[in-house]
């Protein structure tokens, strides 16, 4: 089993940037794939991408391609989601997940959940 706790959001204006960490912890925390996930308020949470267990792999849904980045430390068992170009419709609270086996790209292969970290995108 593997624990996460996500740390880095905040208050940001539209345009700007913000990198999220989720740090792992538990036996093995560096064989899971790894994503993340956000729900805005009164919508349906949504996958925002993944991460490879190496870390050499990742995919990102349309609505943040190009924009945001997965990145992967397993020696210190952390993810990152870099922010760029930050839009109001990113605002929602944003959650690390872990997922044991192969798909990386599958929303519902993910089990492990942090407890989420809000993001708000001003203008």
């Known amino acids: 089993q593997v624990q996460l706790v996500e740390s880095g959001g905040g208050l940001v204006q539209a345009g700007g940037s913000l990198r999220l960490s989720c740090a792992a912890s538990g036996r093995s925390s560096s064989s899971y794939n790894m994503g993340w996930f956000r729900q805005a308020t009164g919508k349906e949470r949504e996958f925002v991408g993944g991460i490879s267990q190496s870390g050499s792999m990742t995919y990102y849904a349309d609505s943040v391609k190009g924009r945001f980045t997965i990145s992967r430390d397993n020696g210190k068992n952390t993810m990152y989601l870099q922010m760029n170009s930050l839009k109001l419709e990113d605002t929602a609270v944003y959650y690390c997940?872990?997922?044991?086996?192969?798909?990386?790209?599958?929303?519902?292969?993910?089990?492990?959940w942090g407890q989420g970290t809000q993001v708000t995108v001003s203008s």
């Open positions: 997940a872990a997922a044991p086996g192969s798909y990386y790209w599958r929303p519902n292969s993910y089990e492990y």
